[in-house]
């Protein structure tokens, strides 16, 4: 059974690029179909990380603007 992408049921039209997979290798070229992905809205890390806001360590730092900062600091509306 062949792995088969994602990217092979779509047009080539819908993403703007054509499929790419190269069989002599077995790798296929990687390239972003959407070119306009946000930032995510928080991220996470286990050992915590230095909000951007009060400096305070938080596990989860949530996007402010350009800032990650921990829930303490995020403007919520």
Known sequence: MDNTSLD??????ETGHENTDSEET???NVEAVND??????????????????C??????????GERLVCPA???WG
């Open 8 to 13: 092979d049921f779509l047009d080539s039209e």
């Open 73 to 75: 600091c995020k403007s």
């Open 36 to 53: 306009d992905i946000e930032q995510p809205t928080s991220r996470w890390t286990p050992d915590g990380r230095e909000c951007a806001g």
């Open 26 to 28: 077995g790798h296929e």
């Open 55 to 64: 400096g305070a360590t938080a596990t989860r730092l949530w996007r402010d």
